[in-house]
């Protein structure tokens, strides 16, 4: 029997958009399990954003032994804006990295991101949303900076959640003038 090559594609895509789809479901079944637990006082807020701090952390830490200044900190710079993107590319985000003007800056943008349709979907405010991505992408940082001594930064410019169409993030090295 012959194989297909388009259909098989097509499966392929279908399943990881379905595990994408099933990822994403998970993460706000659990948030709301967890405001469930802890009781009618409880801030989803609170709750979200303090659970994307401890899964960028965790995920920090998985991503350490790919970190390191070989290629100094624009090549670390690079590491992390990669990890990144590849994450969010896993859950259904189109990422794109550009060199900024200065040196040791990147800018990292989210050309789509199916999380605040999620959000929405799960009644979670997009405040929420974008407090959580950011939360996330800061943990994550945190874990790298620890490890290797560093003190890379990143800022959010523009955010989907905010109307902005693209969620626009600069990492830098505030030690470098």
């Keep these: ?73 624009e090549g670390l710079m690079m590491n992390v804006a990669r990890a990144y993107q590849g994450l969010w590319t896993t859950n259904g985000a189109v990422v794109k990295i550009e060199k900024g003007q200065k040196t040791n800056e990147l800018f990292i943008t989210w050309e789509r991101c199916p999380w605040p349709t999620s959000a929405k979907e799960h009644g979670a405010s997009m405040k929420e949303d974008l407090q959580g991505c950011d939360t996330y992408l800061r943990e994550f940082l945190e874990e790298v900076n620890a490890f290797l001594g560093t003190n890379l930064k990143i800022d959010t410019l523009k955010s989907i959640p905010s109307g902005d169409g693209v969620c626009v993030r600069r990492l830098y090295n505030p030690e470098d003038k």
């Design 1 to 73: 029997m012959a194989v297909d090559p388009e259909k098989e594609i097509s499966d392929l895509w279908r399943a990881l958009q379905g595990s994408q789809e099933s990822t994403r479901r998970t993460f706000y079944q659990m948030r709301q399990a967890l405001l469930e637990v802890a009781g009618p006082d409880a801030d989803p807020l609170d709750i979200s954003v303090r659970a994307w701090g401890i899964i960028g952390k965790d995920m920090g830490k998985a991503y350490l032994p790919r970190m390191n200044l070989l290629k100094g900190i």
